[in-house]
Each structure stands twice: as structure tokens, then as C-alpha cells.
């Protein structure tokens, strides 16, 4: 039903739809013009013979006549006149023909008020039929014609015209509908050369969207698909250009921060052996040298952690990043990542761990997924932290709960950011703002995710692994 949806609301139905109703209507209004003119060319070819015959045989018979006439003469003229004819003379009427009953009103007030020949069409029992009323005139001793009183009406059948007539309304209705494939033939095939360029452009774009810059049109013709063809290569290069430039920009980057990042570590190394044997002897220092030690000490070990999530994020950014799985119990690496850190219930940590959860999984980068959320957790929220491992066939979540403010709803969904921090007053605080984004991407790793979400009370992260290691599947 979907396709058959999209199928109808495309071009193609609607281009043959058209061409299909401009086609009947034009085919309509050459068959009705063409019907209108043919009725009247057949009734004329009738009408007019039949008049101008009856003109003839009353003109030819008037000598015979005395006038003002009897009823003799009255079915005389009658019975001499071919067809059903009545001849009428005030209220006399030849007793042969049609009865005076039957003749239309306007018809006698026309012919009996007037010197022309007269005609109606009208219709008895469903036959067609064509009545012709002529007043009989005479030469008086002006010169001039003069109506005599006698009229004379003619009644000639139209039947074998109207049949006529249906059968060209028909002919005409047979070519119309003859037409009409033929439209949806020229329709389909204007359709597809119109569509073709279009349909082109869409899987261009299409592969433009995914990432495939170096896609191209040819352009054929002048019309106006071939300069949209030429546009859209024109976007495409320039779209290409300014994805180099920016991929080479953040590729000097990267590789700035990871040389720097590694160059660092050595330093560091150094500074951190110092400011340990500092905090050892602070003590021993008087009170301003031991707050200055204490707070360079702080100071080295922020500076360390971050040149550490850099490295380690840098790994990932270079593709550089190995994931060492085995089979182990899921519970086991997440109690020992809590016990080596020292949290347990008396910091407000809940777990709900059960045993024999078992995943192909790297532990070391689950044990940095697990110290950095419930770090979190620990840092921005509030006690009670729950830790809740479940599992079904195809995967195992991790769900980190707190009951802290939350994460504010603008924060929420660039949380997994780099250097992203839910709270501007926080920027000197311990964390490197990578913290979650290495997270996931360790998650991503393994062929899974992290999702965070508010629960009203608090903040969760929930941490989904499928149960096969990527590379074993």
C-alpha cells in the first residue's frame, strides 16, 4: 500500500493523467463540434429539399384552385400533395393528413400571420420528425402576393437522419475513446523522457547525501533540465571543494592535537613524580608554599587526565582504536571497575548485578565506559546511584541512575558533545568535557550505544552492548 501511495503521488501518474484528461476533453469538443456540424448539414440536406418540393407542388396545383376554396378543393390539394399533408382554410381542413390538433400553435400563428415558409422540428411516439407549414399566396391585380387564407402543412419523418446522426455521435464517441490509449502511450513516453533527467538527479543526489562528492551529471541540450544539470554539478564541485578543505583542516588538527597530546605525556610524566613528592612533604612546608604545592599538584594531575582522554580520543578520531574481546561476566567487570575506584555503598552507590550475564566484550574500555558514567553520576548528580545490569538474547544494558537536577533540556542532546558540560560554573572542574564522548564511542566500538535520559528525579544513562563481540559475529 505504501509503494502503491508513493507510485500515485509521483509525476509519472499524474503526467499520464493529465495527457489523459486534455485528451478527452479535446476529443469531446472535436466530437461535439464535429456532431453539431454534421446534424445540421443532415437536417439542412433534408429540410430544405422538402420545402422547397412542397413550394413546387402547391405552386404547380394553385391554377386548379377557386378560391375562396370548399372542402372538396381542400382534400383535393391534399391528396395531390406527396407526404402527410393537410391543407386549412379558416376553420375547414382537408380530411386526409394530420389533424389540425395536432399542429403546434406557434406553427399556425407563423404561417397564418405570415408569406414565408415555415418549419419545426418535432418528436412523436420518440421518431423525430420535421413539419412544414407554407401559406399560399396569389398574384393580386397590384402585382403584388397576397396570403389567400389557405395554408398548407407538411409532416416529413426524420428517422432515417436521426439514425444517421446516432451513428456519427457514436463514430465520434469510438475515436475519442481510441484517442485516449493512445494519450496514455504519449503521455508514458513524454513522461519517462522528462522524468528520466529527474530521476538521475535524484540518485545523484542521493549519493551526494551519502557522502559520494565526486558524483556527476551529463548535461544534454539547452533546455531547462540540462541547466539544472549544470547547476547541480556546479554544487556538487563546489560542495566537494569545501568538504576537502574542511576534512584536510580538521585533519591538521587532529593530527596537531594528538602530536602535541603525545609530546606532553613525557613532561607530565616528569611533573607528576615532582608534585607527588610535593604532596608528600606539604606538611612540612609553610602554610602558603603547601597551598601553592597542593594547588600545582591539581593542576598536573587536570593537565594529565586531559592529555589522556585526548590520546585516547585522538585513537578513535584516526581509526586507530582496538577492541581486545573476551567472554566474561558482564557483573564481574562492573563490580571490579567500581571496587578499584573505591565506590561502594557508603558513597551512595546501589548496584543490582546479577551473576552469570555473560558478553564478548573488551574489558578494560568497558571498565573507562563504567568509571565515566557512574564518575558522573557521582560528580554532577546525586546519592543514591543505582547501577542496574539486565540482559536478553541479543544484548546486555547497563542503566546508571542518579538523583540529581538532571541535565538541562538544551544540554540534553549534545551531552555525548566533546568539551560539552551541562553547567558553565563547572569549567575548572576535574573533568576533561571528553568524558562521555570517549564513553560512547567505546560503546560504538563494541557495536552498541549509550542513550542519557531524565527520569523526573534525576538523571540515566543507559548503556546497551550487544551479547556477540562485532568481530565474532
Partial sequence: MTRLRLWRAGLRPRLVLWFAAMTLVGAAAAAGASYVSARTTILAGVQDPAMVQLRDQVTAYLPQMTLPPDQQQLDNLAGNLKGVTTAVYRQMHSRSGLATAKLPGELRTQVAGGDTIQFQRVVTDGTPELLIGMPVLQTGGDGRRQHTGVEVYQLVSLAEQQASIEQLAVRAWQMAALALPIAVVLALVAARQVLRPVRALSVAARKLGHGQLDVRLPAKGSDELAQLVTTFNSTAAELERTVGSLRAMEADARRFVAD??????????????????????????????????????????????????????????????ELRTEEADVAEVVAGSLAARGWSGTDGIETDLPPGITAGLDARRL??????????????????????LTADEEAVSLAVTDHGPGIPEDVLPHVFDRFTKADTARARSEGSGLGLSIARENARLHGGDIEAANTGTGARFTLRLPRVAPETR
Fill in 260 to 321: 602535541v597530546s603525545h609530546e606532553l605525556r613525557t613532561p607530565l610524566a616528569a611533573m607528576n613524580a615532582v608534585t607527588d613528592v610535593l604532596d608528600e612533604d606539604a606538611g612540612q612546608l609553610p602554610a602558603d608554599t603547601a597551598i601553592a604545592a597542593r594547588l600545582v599538584s591539581a593542576e598536573t594531575h587536570r593537565l594529565t587526565r586531559l592529555v589522556q582522554d585526548l590520546v585516547e580520543i585522538s585513537r578513535f578520531d584516526a581509526g586507530r582504536a
Fill in 367 to 388: 571498565d573507562l565506559v563504567v568509571a565515566n558514567l557512574v564518575g558522573n553520576a557521582l560528580r554532577h548528580g546525586a546519592a543514591p546511584v543505582g547501577i542496574r
